[in-house]
């Protein structure tokens, strides 16, 4: 979950890649697939970060109740967009890809390289882990619900549409619930517990300009996610990536890129409990909100999605998990457990390069 009143992001400095945006326009009136791929794909960064700046600027004028429940409501709405627009082409494989690959993502290479950042210039950082604990917790009942349909389907292959789709809607269910009860707890009735100190905590931008810059850079966002999934099939054809790697690496690294160099940031800073916050509360969020919530918007939309994981995707959760279960125990980081979340990165990263279709 979302920090109660997390400070605000560090100035960007990757607004200039707006110019991307316009490029990928032009792209796609000349027809230049894999340029619209790329240009989109990019357009997106920085525009998922002044959806972020914008977020938190409003979150500190609403205070530490309502700023922390905007934060945990939009802090993955790129992801969102793009998963939306995804299931509406039918790209269900790439749509469930990209929703395990953000969780990875947070988990281990951007917890993975604040804490080395963090750990080279400190020799031992601190966080709370309590708030660890909870965010742990949350992670296995999502890896529960992400393993109960894939265990249906293996032990009954014959399993009709219709059964999926109940036990599919029953785990989405239950996972938003306990995402909510686990954000009533953390942000309401126990925030005392989880308020992370601020120290420089100040809006600096008018509720008015904020919103303009919100709602302007959603749709934007839409825009080039438009582009990018449009132009997706027949660019990772010609470039010849394997879909899987794209909805497991490429996509949630283009979505979470501004929130990634946040995290790193503040564990720079000796700021570790934020960076939790922002990678492990992401993964969390993404796990029990955003990934059940597609269930139920696909339905709405026409295009039906289950919530069954092939077993790659499923064991990749439960390893990263678990391994940031354990690192995370002791409420102190360091640079070697830095390390090793990359490095087990690096080999999901690279296991997902060959798998060449998915289900």
């Known amino acids: 979950m979302a920090s ?17 945006l316009p490029v990928s326009i032009v792209a796609d009136l000349s027809g230049q697939t894999v340029v619209v791929f790329v240009t989109s794909a990019v357009a997106i960064v920085p525009l998922a970060g002044l959806i972020g700046r914008s977020t938190e600027q409003l ?8 700023g922390g429940l905007l934060n945990a409501t939009l802090g993955n709405i790129t992801e969102l967009i793009v998963a939306v627009l995804l299931i509406n082409a039918g790209s269900f494989a790439i749509v469930k890809a990209s929703l395990i690959g953000s969780i990875l993502g947070n988990l281990l290479l951007v917890l993975g390289v604040s804490f080395v950042v963090g750990g080279l210039r400190h020799k031992e950082q601190q966080f709370s ?77 008018s509720t008015r300009r904020a919103l303009i810059v919100l709602v302007g850079s959603a749709a934007l966002v839409g825009l080039e996610s438009e582009l990018l999934v449009s132009s997706l099939a027949p660019a ?13 690496i490429l996509i949630p690294i283009i979505g979470n890129a501004a929130e990634h160099s946040s995290a790193v940031f503040f564990a720079a800073k000796d ?81 997902a390069f060959f798998i060449k279709s998915a289900t």
């Open 4 to 20: 109660a009143q997390r400070v605000r992001l560090p100035p960007p400095s990757i607004d200039w890649l707006l110019v991307f």
């Open 59 to 66: 979150a500190v004028r609403l205070g530490p109740r309502l």
């Open 129 to 205: 882990s309590r708030a660890a604990g909870v965010h742990s917790a949350s992670m296995l009942l999502a890896v529960a619900g992400l393993l109960v349909p894939a265990l249906l389907i293996l032990s009954t292959p014959d399993v009709g549409f219709f059964e999926k789709e109940v036990v599919s809607g029953v785990v989405a269910i239950v996972l938003i619930a306990l995402y909510l009860a686990a954000l009533a707890f953390t942000q309401i009735t126990h925030a005392h517990l989880f308020h992370t100190p601020d120290r420089e905590e100040k809006a600096t931008w």
């Open 236 to 248: 990772i054809d010609i470039l010849r990536i394997p879909p899987v790697f794209v909805g497991l």
């Open 271 to 351: 700021r570790v409990d934020v960076t939790l916050e922002i990678a492990v509360g992401s993964s969390t969020q993404i796990a029990m909100f955003v990934a059940p919530i597609l269930v139920f918007i696909s339905l709405a939309i026409g295009h039906p999605m289950d919530f069954v994981f092939n077993p790659f995707e499923v064991a990749m959760v439960t390893l990263a998990t678990l391994i940031v279960a354990v690192i995370s125990l002791d409420g102190k980081s360091n640079w070697l457990e830095g390390v090793q979340l990359v490095g087990a990165y690096v080999v999901m990263a690279a296991a």
